[in-house]
């Protein structure tokens, strides 16, 4: 069945008409009894879709996959990866693309339905997803779109009405993904590996096409698009440092062309500063620990570079030779904009010697003193009024004093600083005990009130918010024990 379209929808599809090795046609699973849980106002209206006269009921239906929005061709995509750094095929093995709308000011977004039964790809899962974990990821992908980090985004959350068996009994749900497209590393390793040469030129001038048009008349556009995706991931590992957000499962499968965060299964936000803060269950190595991020995002892309290969050149030799000296250049180009980053986090607009000594000295200080990462960069905002003893200790003072010096030194009024410093620091973060909290309250209590206050204050982030001090206070244990599961 079909919604009719007065809601706006306008399907594009264009992943349909590439070749059908790419995917597989599934219509998303019926579901018993679906209720509408959350649905996103705000992207409705950026996406320019009017639901002001569809029932509950209706929207219910259409975000479970009950009913298809007219023009949808739903479909299951097919790619590989690399998980924890072992090759496998794999596949949408729980979400269904309705397609690609065309919104108003003429960009494409995915409409996926997470949670929407088997498809071909699903090996031994059962094509299902959890309330609590659904909820997760729309709260978490809505705050990193408010601070500014690229991400997937969530339209709605509709509960199915099923159980949903892990290491317990779940309520079922479907969550509605909006992003700019899924296409990821291992789709390109799923052609490369499975496919031919072919369809592998073929699909690359699609995602050029699609994401990277201004490529199109490149000389080498295959090494063109490796250059710029590389910078695309560089900025979003940059912006995921700068935020103190851990993924938690970097594999090539879960690293978008685009560059946008997405797959929030077992991700978590950083309290007491350490590189090596890991949360994930399944990452027992710590492979993808927050300060590994950016080396991660080097080798995934050593990953894309393999099977861009045949189309950068035809001489082997030669292609790989030029496609190394991009990989190459990592390092260096990273390097930059990381301290560029550390900078502005401190007020600071240019990084030499002295500001690279003071940022180290600070994260240094941070790390042996177990001090929580947001809130230290709000404690130097408003040092004056501090009172806290950690930071009123004489080794933070004399800090303090030489950023002072060095403010001065490079003609920064302290006004500016502060506000270069309010842009760039989060002054709320979704606390991992605070969305714990708020997902008991409404799976176990049918209680909300928490999560509408994240998801409200969530929207505001860089904005001082003194009635909800409460939601900036880190846990007493520092987060100790505190582990993340991806809800597959």
Known sequence: MTLQNHIGWNFNNSYAQLSEKLFAKQLPAAVPNPKMV????????????????????????????????????PIAQAYAGHQFGHFTMLGDGRAILLGEHLSPNNKLFDIQLKGSGQTPYS?????????????????????????????????????????????????GAVLTR???????????EYISNF?????????????????????????????????????????????????????GVMNTDNMSIAGETFDYGPCAFMNNYHPDTVFSSID???????????????????????????????????????????????????QEKWWQMNGLKLGLTTVSDNEKQLIEELLSWMQNNQADY???YLTIANYPQQTDEKYTAPDFARWYQRWEGILKANNISLTSALNTMQQHNPELIPRNHLVEKALDDVCLQQD?????????????????????????????????????????
Not at 50 to 57: G, I, K, L, R
Not at 468 to 476: A, G, N, R, S, V
């Open 448 to 488: 909300n009130i928490l999560f509408d206050e994240l998801l409200k204050t969530g929207k505001t982030p860089y904005q001082a918010q003194p009635n909800y001090k409460h939601l900036q206070t880190p846990p007493p244990d520092g987060d100790k024990g505190y582990k993340t599961f991806c809800g597959t």
């Open 284 to 334: 027992v190595q710590g492979r993808y620990a927050f300060g590994k991020q950016p080396g991660i995002v080097q080798w995934n892309l050593v990953c894309l570079t393999e099977t861009l290969i045949p189309l950068i050149d035809k001489d082997t030799d030669k292609a790989v030779k030029m496609a190394q000296e991009v990989i190459n250049s990592f390092p260096a180009i990273y």
């Open 195 to 247: 496919l031919d040469v072919a369809t592998l030129q073929e699909f690359t001038h699609y995602v050029i096409q699609r994401h990277y048009p201004e490529l199109a008349e490149n000389a080498n556009s295959p090494l063109a698009l490796l250059k710029a995706v590389m910078n695309k991931q560089m900025d979003l590992v940059i912006n995921w440092l700068r935020v103190g957000f851990i993924h």
């Open 38 to 73: 959350y649905f996103n106002d705000e992207l409705a209206k950026t996406l320019g879709l009017d639901f002001s006269t569809v029932s509950e009921n209706d929207k219910a239906q259409l975000f479970s996959g009950n009913l298809l929005p007219i023009g949808a061709v």
């Open 178 to 188: 909006v992003m700019s497209s899924h296409i990821r590393v291992g789709t390109f």
């Open 123 to 171: 090996r031994r899962g059962d094509g299902k997803a959890t309330l609590r974990s659904m909820l997760r990821e729309f709260l978490i992908s809505e705050a990193m779109y408010h601070m500014g980090v690229p991400t997937s985004r969530s339209l709605a959350i509709v509960s199915t009405g099923e159980k949903v068996y892990r290491e317990e009994v779940h309520e």
């Open 374 to 376: 947001t809130n230290t």
